[in-house]
T-cell receptor, first 114, second 115 residues
Protein backbone atom coordinates (compact mmCIF):
# COMPACT_ATOMS: atom_id res chain seq x y z
CA UNK A 1 0.00 0.00 0.00
CA UNK A 2 1.11 3.52 -0.69
CA UNK A 3 2.19 5.61 2.27
CA UNK A 4 2.93 9.31 2.62
CA UNK A 5 5.15 10.63 5.40
CA UNK A 6 5.44 14.18 6.63
CA UNK A 7 8.10 14.20 9.31
CA UNK A 8 7.61 17.81 10.43
CA UNK A 9 4.47 18.17 12.57
CA UNK A 10 5.07 21.90 12.97
CA UNK A 11 7.12 24.54 11.23
CA UNK A 12 7.52 28.26 11.75
CA UNK A 13 8.71 30.97 9.37
CA UNK A 14 9.22 34.70 9.55
CA UNK A 15 7.02 36.75 7.26
CA UNK A 16 8.72 37.37 3.88
CA UNK A 17 11.15 34.49 4.45
CA UNK A 18 11.28 31.11 2.71
CA UNK A 19 10.28 27.79 4.21
CA UNK A 20 10.43 24.21 2.93
CA UNK A 21 8.03 21.48 4.00
CA UNK A 22 9.14 17.88 3.56
CA UNK A 23 7.25 14.90 2.23
CA UNK A 24 8.32 11.38 1.34
CA UNK A 25 6.19 8.61 -0.08
CA UNK A 26 6.40 4.96 -0.85
CA UNK A 27 5.06 3.40 -4.03
CA UNK A 28 5.93 0.72 -6.52
CA UNK A 29 4.20 2.61 -9.33
CA UNK A 30 6.11 4.49 -12.02
CA UNK A 31 3.32 6.88 -12.94
CA UNK A 32 1.40 8.74 -10.27
CA UNK A 33 0.45 12.19 -9.06
CA UNK A 34 1.52 14.20 -6.04
CA UNK A 35 -0.26 17.13 -4.46
CA UNK A 36 0.10 19.69 -1.74
CA UNK A 37 -3.11 20.86 -0.13
CA UNK A 38 -3.51 23.69 2.36
CA UNK A 39 -6.10 23.59 5.13
CA UNK A 40 -6.53 26.92 6.92
CA UNK A 41 -8.53 27.29 10.16
CA UNK A 42 -11.71 27.43 8.06
CA UNK A 43 -11.01 23.73 7.32
CA UNK A 44 -11.51 24.18 3.58
CA UNK A 45 -8.95 22.01 1.79
CA UNK A 46 -7.33 24.09 -0.94
CA UNK A 47 -5.10 22.77 -3.71
CA UNK A 48 -1.70 24.45 -3.65
CA UNK A 49 0.24 22.62 -6.32
CA UNK A 50 0.38 19.30 -8.15
CA UNK A 51 3.08 17.27 -9.88
CA UNK A 52 2.81 14.48 -12.40
CA UNK A 53 5.49 11.86 -11.82
CA UNK A 54 6.27 11.53 -15.54
CA UNK A 55 7.25 15.20 -15.70
CA UNK A 56 10.85 15.89 -14.76
CA UNK A 57 10.28 19.61 -14.43
CA UNK A 58 9.33 20.76 -10.95
CA UNK A 59 5.91 22.40 -10.69
CA UNK A 60 5.64 26.07 -9.75
CA UNK A 61 2.63 28.19 -8.80
CA UNK A 62 3.55 31.78 -8.01
CA UNK A 63 5.31 31.72 -4.61
CA UNK A 64 4.94 27.95 -4.28
CA UNK A 65 7.30 25.46 -5.88
CA UNK A 66 8.19 21.83 -5.36
CA UNK A 67 11.39 19.84 -5.38
CA UNK A 68 10.41 16.48 -6.83
CA UNK A 69 13.03 13.77 -6.50
CA UNK A 70 11.49 10.65 -8.04
CA UNK A 71 14.32 8.26 -7.26
CA UNK A 72 14.39 9.37 -3.64
CA UNK A 73 10.58 9.45 -3.50
CA UNK A 74 10.70 12.92 -2.07
CA UNK A 75 8.32 15.81 -2.75
CA UNK A 76 9.03 18.96 -0.78
CA UNK A 77 7.14 22.24 -0.95
CA UNK A 78 8.95 25.57 -0.91
CA UNK A 79 7.04 28.70 0.02
CA UNK A 80 8.83 31.91 -0.88
CA UNK A 81 8.09 35.36 0.52
CA UNK A 82 5.86 33.85 3.21
CA UNK A 83 2.72 35.75 4.06
CA UNK A 84 0.49 35.72 7.13
CA UNK A 85 -2.22 34.09 5.03
CA UNK A 86 0.05 31.11 4.42
CA UNK A 87 -0.46 29.99 8.01
CA UNK A 88 -2.31 26.69 7.79
CA UNK A 89 -2.02 22.94 7.91
CA UNK A 90 -0.30 21.58 4.81
CA UNK A 91 -0.97 18.07 3.57
CA UNK A 92 1.06 16.15 1.06
CA UNK A 93 -1.01 13.65 -0.93
CA UNK A 94 -0.38 10.82 -3.39
CA UNK A 95 -2.64 9.47 -6.07
CA UNK A 96 -1.80 6.40 -8.13
CA UNK A 97 -3.86 7.45 -11.11
CA UNK A 98 -6.79 9.58 -12.08
CA UNK A 99 -9.86 8.00 -10.62
CA UNK A 100 -7.96 6.63 -7.64
CA UNK A 101 -8.19 7.83 -4.05
CA UNK A 102 -5.90 10.38 -2.46
CA UNK A 103 -3.57 9.10 0.26
CA UNK A 104 -2.61 11.87 2.66
CA UNK A 105 0.27 12.46 4.98
CA UNK A 106 -0.31 13.51 8.57
CA UNK A 107 0.21 17.18 7.82
CA UNK A 108 2.57 19.99 8.80
CA UNK A 109 1.24 22.95 10.72
CA UNK A 110 2.89 26.12 9.43
CA UNK A 111 2.97 29.25 11.56
CA UNK A 112 4.00 32.59 10.06
CA UNK A 113 5.54 35.12 12.45
CA UNK A 114 4.89 38.80 11.68
CA UNK B 1 -17.76 28.07 -11.68
CA UNK B 2 -19.27 27.51 -8.28
CA UNK B 3 -17.21 25.34 -5.98
CA UNK B 4 -18.10 22.16 -4.17
CA UNK B 5 -20.89 22.64 -1.67
CA UNK B 6 -21.70 20.51 1.34
CA UNK B 7 -24.76 20.57 3.56
CA UNK B 8 -25.24 20.82 6.40
CA UNK B 9 -22.06 22.45 7.63
CA UNK B 10 -22.57 21.37 11.22
CA UNK B 11 -24.53 18.51 12.70
CA UNK B 12 -25.04 17.17 16.20
CA UNK B 13 -26.47 13.70 16.68
CA UNK B 14 -26.70 11.16 19.47
CA UNK B 15 -25.39 7.60 19.48
CA UNK B 16 -27.55 5.17 17.60
CA UNK B 17 -29.06 7.74 15.27
CA UNK B 18 -28.37 7.92 11.58
CA UNK B 19 -27.27 10.88 9.51
CA UNK B 20 -27.21 11.90 5.85
CA UNK B 21 -24.69 14.34 4.44
CA UNK B 22 -24.97 15.94 1.03
CA UNK B 23 -22.40 17.07 -1.50
CA UNK B 24 -22.90 18.97 -4.76
CA UNK B 25 -19.86 18.80 -7.04
CA UNK B 26 -18.48 21.43 -9.37
CA UNK B 27 -20.60 21.71 -12.48
CA UNK B 28 -19.46 19.18 -15.05
CA UNK B 29 -17.66 16.97 -12.56
CA UNK B 30 -18.88 13.39 -12.46
CA UNK B 31 -16.79 12.00 -9.64
CA UNK B 32 -17.43 12.58 -5.96
CA UNK B 33 -15.16 11.23 -3.23
CA UNK B 34 -15.71 11.29 0.51
CA UNK B 35 -13.06 11.53 3.22
CA UNK B 36 -13.22 11.43 6.99
CA UNK B 37 -10.85 13.66 8.95
CA UNK B 38 -10.19 13.07 12.66
CA UNK B 39 -7.33 14.19 14.93
CA UNK B 40 -6.37 10.60 15.63
CA UNK B 41 -6.64 8.97 12.20
CA UNK B 42 -6.04 11.94 9.94
CA UNK B 43 -7.63 11.96 6.50
CA UNK B 44 -9.09 8.64 5.42
CA UNK B 45 -10.81 7.73 2.19
CA UNK B 46 -14.39 6.50 2.49
CA UNK B 47 -15.58 5.93 -1.08
CA UNK B 48 -15.84 7.39 -4.54
CA UNK B 49 -18.80 7.57 -6.86
CA UNK B 50 -18.64 8.07 -10.60
CA UNK B 51 -21.69 8.18 -12.86
CA UNK B 52 -23.93 6.89 -10.07
CA UNK B 53 -21.71 3.86 -9.38
CA UNK B 54 -19.37 3.26 -6.50
CA UNK B 55 -15.95 2.96 -8.10
CA UNK B 56 -13.67 2.79 -5.06
CA UNK B 57 -14.19 2.01 -1.42
CA UNK B 58 -12.04 2.49 1.68
CA UNK B 59 -11.84 0.37 4.81
CA UNK B 60 -14.90 1.52 6.67
CA UNK B 61 -17.70 -0.62 8.14
CA UNK B 62 -20.95 -1.14 6.30
CA UNK B 63 -22.62 1.51 8.47
CA UNK B 64 -21.07 4.00 6.07
CA UNK B 65 -22.79 4.09 2.72
CA UNK B 66 -23.33 6.49 -0.09
CA UNK B 67 -25.00 7.09 -3.36
CA UNK B 68 -24.84 9.40 -6.32
CA UNK B 69 -27.67 10.84 -8.32
CA UNK B 70 -27.94 11.45 -12.05
CA UNK B 71 -27.00 15.13 -11.56
CA UNK B 72 -23.76 13.94 -9.83
CA UNK B 73 -24.86 15.13 -6.39
CA UNK B 74 -23.88 12.63 -3.75
CA UNK B 75 -25.11 11.70 -0.32
CA UNK B 76 -23.31 9.85 2.43
CA UNK B 77 -25.21 8.01 5.12
CA UNK B 78 -23.98 6.79 8.46
CA UNK B 79 -26.28 4.50 10.42
CA UNK B 80 -26.16 3.57 14.10
CA UNK B 81 -23.83 6.42 14.95
CA UNK B 82 -20.96 5.84 17.36
CA UNK B 83 -18.95 8.39 19.32
CA UNK B 84 -15.97 7.62 17.11
CA UNK B 85 -17.85 8.83 14.05
CA UNK B 86 -17.41 12.41 15.24
CA UNK B 87 -15.31 13.97 12.51
CA UNK B 88 -15.06 16.42 9.68
CA UNK B 89 -16.45 14.81 6.54
CA UNK B 90 -14.98 16.19 3.36
CA UNK B 91 -16.33 15.79 -0.10
CA UNK B 92 -14.16 16.22 -3.18
CA UNK B 93 -15.19 16.45 -6.80
CA UNK B 94 -13.26 15.84 -9.98
CA UNK B 95 -13.95 15.15 -13.62
CA UNK B 96 -13.36 11.49 -12.90
CA UNK B 97 -11.82 10.76 -16.27
CA UNK B 98 -9.19 8.06 -15.84
CA UNK B 99 -5.99 8.62 -17.79
CA UNK B 100 -5.93 12.38 -17.48
CA UNK B 101 -4.66 14.51 -14.67
CA UNK B 102 -7.75 14.68 -12.57
CA UNK B 103 -7.45 16.96 -9.57
CA UNK B 104 -9.85 16.68 -6.65
CA UNK B 105 -11.37 19.90 -5.37
CA UNK B 106 -12.77 19.90 -1.87
CA UNK B 107 -15.88 21.30 -0.27
CA UNK B 108 -15.90 23.09 3.09
CA UNK B 109 -16.81 19.93 4.98
CA UNK B 110 -19.53 18.86 7.38
CA UNK B 111 -18.59 18.80 11.03
CA UNK B 112 -20.43 15.89 12.67
CA UNK B 113 -20.54 15.63 16.44
CA UNK B 114 -21.95 12.49 18.04
CA UNK B 115 -23.00 12.78 21.68
Amino acid sequence: AQTVTQSQPEMSVQEAETVTLSCTYDTSESDYYLFWYKQPPSRQMILVIRQEAYKQQNATENRFSVNFQKAAKSFSLKISDSQLGDAAMYFCAYRKSSGDKLTFGTGTRLAVRP
Amino acid sequence: KAGVTQTPRYLIKTRGQQVTLSCSPISGHRSVSWYQQTPGQGLQFLFEYFSETQRNKGNFPGRFSGRQFSNSRSEMNVSTLELGDSALYLCASSSGTVGLTDTQYFGPGTRLTVL
